[in-house]
């Protein structure tokens, strides 16, 4: 190791925040479940037609267990517009809906902290009535599940109180740049309907181990997930997979790797990630997909994050019908990767 690499190993261990322990700061409020909810009366908006009653409870109804929503419906204790329905009933506007007083259970309500918040407000790339597109920092989840104890869509919540924001898409918890929030349901379709007709424009920068060929342009091979222990998953090409197609092209070499740039063209789960190291050459510092003994080289360059980009976003807007082309820039863990790999 040359003494610039060194240099920026040591500012790595002494500069660089650790976002892990950032993350992890939250702060817990206890939901009182001695004590039944009142009587509510809701008149359903614009956001909410078209979904189920149940569907609908279950968003409002927190620590409340399906089948007691289940059967509170049943009993006609849930009245929409006064009048008794069944499971399956859809909304339309301005429906009331009548939830009747219920004991829920002690629940752990998570809370980011002031830091947290403000870290994920300073990430807000571009924001207008109907959407936002956040630079999503590596470690933070977009959603919540097994062992996540918040995610960015709980800090958006929080932030946003009442107001409506879902996930359009999502990208893995490691990889940091744009993600695309709804801020009504109407957007939201919309962005998703393009989507799912591969008209959005996704534009990844993946940092790999070795020197990527410059005729590799293109991976085009079936994805299947496979469980693992513990619950985890892992996904391989597999002939009987799902269709998978990703382009490539090289942005830089370095000495004993690559910048790359990827194009995923259809949204399979680790889509980039496995088809790069199917290829030979697996993204750095990847947890699943990279050899233990490239981690723990990269681990004593202080390089521990995921080196994946989600570079830049570009989509019609769902209101105006205008192109949006958004980019995310680089963190500092990514920069950091990025200038210790190239400097050694």
Known sequence: MNVLAELLSEISRELCYNPRSLYKQVSVRMTDGTKPS??????????????????????RLKGVPKTRIYRIIRKGEV?????RIKPDY?????????????????????IPTPELKQLVQESILYQDEVLLIVN??????????????????????????????????????GTSGCLLIARNAKALKQLQAEFKA????????ALVHGLWPQQLEEINLSLQRSPEAGGERKVYVAEQ????????SLIKRFTRHSLVL??????????IRVHAQFAGHSLCADEKYSSIEQRKQLSKLGIKRLCLHAHSLEFTHPESGQLVKVSAPYDERFEFALNMLSSI
């Open 38 to 59: 009142k009587v509510r009366k809701l008149e359903v908006d614009e956001n909410s037609v078209g979904q189920r009653i149940d569907n609908f409870l279950l968003s």
């Open 79 to 83: 009245r929409v517009n006064s009048k």
């Open 90 to 110: 859809k909304l339309l506007l301005a429906d009331i809906v009548r939830v009747p007083p219920i004991r829920v259970a002690n629940l752990e309500i998570r």
């Open 136 to 173: 999503k920092p590596s470690g933070l989840s977009v959603h919540a599940g097994t062992g996540v104890k918040i995610s960015l869509i709980d800090v958006l919540r929080d932030i946003y109180k009442d107001e409506y924001v879902e996930l359009v898409h999502r990208i893995d918890k």
């Open 198 to 205: 591969r008209t959005v424009k996704k534009d990844y920068h």
């Open 241 to 248: 997979g799902q269709k998978a197609l990703t382009r490539f």
């Open 262 to 271: 990827a194009q995923p063209k259809t949204g399979r789960t680790h889509q």
